[in-house]
């Protein structure tokens, strides 16, 4: 297989104009602000039973991505890094993911969610329900950014 | 934006041959089976300083899902639901996601994780940390999912 194409479901509302708006995840600032997820018309007969999730993962593609760089020092870090161990933008793949609370529907094929760290109009690629049975590791060791995990906006960008 | 190319960055090798031999997710199985996540060697550099992380995401092409089905009503349920509230294969960009345990290489560029639950021979897109503090979130609402919370392996396929 040589090339995969995906096409956008819809597209992400955020308060972060820039790159450099974007705080280094979706949860850095406190309270994370209100985002929105909005479908287009197509799709939006998948969002049937959607409402009893309290989190999502959003899918979405990094359309201001840098190149991709396998290995780079982040702005608040002192050694390079591989990309693997980060959630920088500049991948060979730049999918971005966030875990989102789910706020309810803020009209048709609109979801209000919070917990976004990408610049206002990120293509949306995919809506998934988070299912804690399966995806919450609370005890997740934190490798190298295990340090960082306090630090706060405008420090960097992990995602 | 009309289309977005992807390229694999390596594969997955897991012991499902066929979908139906899928689990519903990567932690239906008890224990989950070893597989491997094996990247191409111009992209092993990006896993240095993955060692320290216990969870990683993996996100993996669906090669042999379905055509999309918006609404469709899951084996194991009696409803029909909107795949945005599921996990199945047949959705609008085949996308996998799974939190997997990262149980350190097996081999150059050969990552040993548990918690897949795709075909063997899926085409890997991206590898990520799992970073308890935004990622992990214990107390999501599992919605309509909450009755089958509890169903074993052959009962249907979330993912």
Not at 11 to 22: G, I
Not at 73 to 102: E, H, K, M, Q
Not at 103 to 131: M, N, S
Request: proline share 12%.
């Amino acid at each position: 297989m040589a090339e995969i194409v995906l096409r956008p479901i819809g597209s992400l509302t955020t308060p972060f104009r820039t790159r450099a708006d974007c705080p280094r995840n979706g949860w850095q600032l406190d309270p994370p602000p209100l985002c929105h997820a909005e479908l287009l018309p197509e799709f939006r007969d998948g969002l049937r039973d959607i409402d009893g999730f309290s989190y999502l993962f959003l899918l979405y593609w990094l359309h201001e991505a840098p190149a991709p760089q396998l290995v780079f020092t982040p702005p608040f870090d002192a050694s390079p890094r591989g990309v693997f161990a980060t959630r920088a933008p500049g991948r060979p793949n730049p999918i971005g993911l966030a875990v989102v609370r789910f706020e309810g529907f803020a009209g048709e094929g609109r979801l209000a969610v919070r917990g976004l760290d990408c610049i206002d109009g990120t293509p949306l690629l995919d809506v998934k329900p988070y299912l804690a049975t399966t995806d919450a590791r609370p005890d997740a060791a934190l490798g190298w950014l295990a340090p960082h995990a306090g630090r706060k906006h405008g420090e960097g960008h992990l995602g």
